[in-house]
């Protein structure tokens, strides 16, 4: 019998090492991810400069107008929207998502038919480079005799 429950006691200690093991695994990851995390989020509000276009953590999209260091620390003030519809937002760097690095969407159709006018502009050059290529020709000479 004192077999039986010594055995249940190791395995029930083989349990809970396991178990504090992972648990302090998971608390090792989680601290170097968020290091790595905060050291990327510090070099991007260090990049952040007047005209950035960035995206805020409330996903907001703007630009920065200007940036300003205060005892707080660094705030921005962002343009957001374009024409009539321009709003402005003041706010800390910290609530900086990202810069947006998203290129602007251009229309196919558009595209496509500048492609085609500088295939035919070049076209156009190319014909005008080549030159036509020069004939030689020997000019003969007839003596043209007279009689008298």
Known sequence: ??????SQNTGNLVLIIVLIVAC??????SYFKNKKYMQN???MQDKLEVGAKV???TFIYGTIEKVTETTDGKIVLIKSGEGDK?????MNVE??????SKEEIVDLEEVQSEEKVENVNAEAVEEVKEE????TTKKTTTKKTTKK
């Open 95 to 100: 609530a900086i998502y990202s810069i947006d």
């Open 55 to 57: 995206l805020t953590k």
């Open 132 to 135: 036509p290529k020069k004939r």
């Open 41 to 43: 989020q510090k070099e």
């Open 24 to 29: 302090a695994g998971m608390f090792v990851l």
């Open 86 to 90: 321009v709003s402005y937002l003041e």
């Open 1 to 6: 019998m004192n077999l039986l429950l010594a």
